[in-house]
Every structure is written in C-alpha cells, then in structure tokens.
C-alpha cells in the first residue's frame, strides 16, 4: 500500500484501534471516524451508524469528506445516537445528493460549528416516520449547511429540530419544510441571534401536508428567514406555528404569507420589535382553513403587507389581535371576511403604544 493511498483512508478509533477504510464506511457500534485531510468515498454512501449506536465522525482542521452519494446518521431503525460534526474553517462534508440525519434512526444528530459546511442536494433531519428526535445545529458565523434543492426539518419524521445559532447559515436553494409529509408532527427549527440565517429559492411551508401537525418556526434575537417566494404556516397542516420575536428578527417573504391554507387552528406570534413582511397576507385561505390567529405585540413590533391583507378570505372565525404598541400595515386595504363563507372573523387593537 502506497503512501498517498493511506492518506486517503480514515482511521476508525475502535477499543483496540482498528484501522477500516472510507469506502462505503458503516460504523456499527462506538466507533469514531477522525477526518482531518482530503477524503474521496468513491461516490459511494456514507453511513455513521448503519445499524448501531453511538458513532461519530468529526471533520476538522480543513478535513474534507467528499465523494458521498448520500449521507446517512443514523441509517436503520436500530441506528440511535450517532453523530458527525464539521467543525472549522474549510472542514467541509460534500454529498451529491442527501444529507439524512435520522434515515430509520432516532436522535442522531448534525453539528456544523465555527465555519465548517455542509453542501449537497437535499439536507433531511427525520425521513422515515421512526426517525424521531433528530437534531441538527448551525452555529457560528461562516458555518452553513447549503442545500441546492430542499431542507426539511421533518420529512415524515416527528419530534425532529434544527438550530441555527450565532451566525450560522442554512440554505435551500427551493424549498424549505418544517414538518414535511403525513404524520411529521412536532418538529422545530429555531433560527436564533444576528446573522443566523434560513434562506430559500422558493417557498417556505411549517406544516406543508395533511397530518404534519403542530410544527414550529421560531425566528429570535435578530435571527432571520428570507424567501424568494410564498411563506405558509399550515398549508395542509394543522395547529402549526411560527413566532418572531425580539428587535431586528425578520421573516422577509418576496411573495405572499398564508396562515391556514387548507390546514385549520394555526398561529403567528409577533412579539418585542420582530417584523413580517409579504406582499399578499392571507389568514384563511379556504373554507377549510378556520380559527387561526394572529398576534403582534409590543412596540417595534410590525406585520407590513404591500397590497392587500385578508382575515378570512374565504374561512371563518379567524382572529388578529394587535396590542401593546405593535402595527399592522397593509399598502392597500385590509379586508375582514371576502367569501361568503368568511364569518366571525375579527380584528382587535387594544392596549396602550
């Protein structure tokens, strides 16, 4: 074995310190995988945890793993607690086509810290229904998980998070779900501090089919989610929600904003100087689509629609509460119930500011 062949290997620490090759590595059981040169897969899998427990693979010191077809933490239904981290600048992970942080598996988890990356196609935490309680951080400014198609925080998988902490940066070149098939319930993303970022070619769905139920944005302390097209909470989905909250925290949506497209009992929270702007608003969509609500409270605290905003525009008992100094602004007009079906919709503005 050559000398330039053993630097493309990657040393396996096992209890007796084993040595395994890189190519299509699926650790099973304790095993940590140390990259810190350049590594090719062979265009092959990558599995950190194919069927155990508690493996990790750590990319640092401008380690690069590349050559991966698809990313798997936590591949089969047994594969529980593993983890990869891609930490430092220029440690990068690269993959053609996914990244999965739970494939089968339950609570693995994804760190890119201290500008490390992460790129492929398509960043999943939580695919297959079972995969529950995978985590996914991006923290530190220059560290990015940059997808050129989808990110999902929940593909059917519930219970599933994403943080994006102290300038870390998310990308999904289309599309961005928390809470994507049936059955993805409870999942969160968290976008948190100033220059944390989640941004998006297209649309950005929390609670995008029928059943992915009580999903959550959270955007704070001047974290921000921008989109180049639709922003939805509850678009099938029901008992979704999303909440920006503290000054210079924004959802900036290029196109239009809808609470409860067809999903039902769905919410915004606006709160202490955050900010929504879209250009259509929308709060029941459909007839289906009934008893959402929207608050915006505190001083500094703004929901800004460039054209019109509708509350109700074709469901009922719709709700907007405006309070303690915070402002709803439409460009054009606001209209209380459009569609004949639109009843019992209210807007309220109290308090002191």
Request: aromatic residues 8%; glycine residues 18%; neutral net charge.
């Amino acid at each position: 074995m050559t000398a330039s062949r053993r630097a493309s290997q990657v040393f396996c620490i096992l209890a007796a310190l084993t040595f395994v090759p890189v190519t299509g590595l699926r650790a099973e059981d304790n095993t940590v995988t140390l990259i810190t040169n350049t590594v090719n897969n062979g265009n092959a899998n990558f599995y950190v945890g194919n069927t155990g427990t508690n493996n990790s693979l750590l990319i640092q010191l401008a380690g690069v793993l590349t050559g991966v077809n698809n990313g798997y933490i936590g591949n089969g239904p047994a594969a529980l607690g593993n983890s990869a981290t891609v930490t430092g600048a220029g440690s990068v992970w690269f993959y053609n086509e996914d990244l999965r942080v739970g494939n089968f598996g339950a609570s693995n988890t994804l760190r890119i810290a201290d500008g490390g990356r992460a790129e492929g196609k398509f960043g999943i935490i939580g695919y297959h229904p079972a995969s529950m309680g995978n985590l996914a951080v991006v923290t530190g400014t220059g560290s990015t998980w940059a997808n050129s198609l989808d990110v999902y925080v929940g593909y059917y998988g519930s219970s599933n998070a994403l943080n994006i902490l102290d300038g870390g940066r998310v990308e999904a070149g289309r599309y961005g779900f928390v809470g994507g098939q049936a059955n993805a319930a409870g999942n969160v993303a968290l976008v948190d501090g100033a220059g944390s970022a989640w941004t998006c070619g297209s649309d950005m769905y929390v609670g995008y089919a029928a059943g992915a139920n009580n999903n959550t944005l959270v955007i704070r302390n001047g974290g921000v989610v921008s989109n180049a097209g639709n922003g939805m909470v509850g678009y099938l989905g029901s008992g979704n929600a999303a909440v920006v909250t503290g000054a210079g925290s924004r959802w900036v949506n290029v196109g239009d904003f809808y609470l409860g497209v067809t999903g039902a009992g769905n919410s915004l929270t606006i709160s202490n100087g955050g900010q929504v702007v879209n250009h259509y608003g929308y709060i029941g969509y459909t007839a289906a689509s009934a008893n959402n609500a929207v608050q915006v409270t505190g001083a500094g605290s703004r929901w800004d629609t460039a054209q019109i905003l509708y509350v109700g525009e074709a469901s009922a008992n719709n709700l907007v509460t405006v309070s303690a100094g915070g402002a709803v602004h439409s460009g054009f007009y606001t209209i209380l119930g459009d569609a004949a079906s639109a009843q019992g919709n209210q807007a309220v503005v109290t308090g002191p500011g």
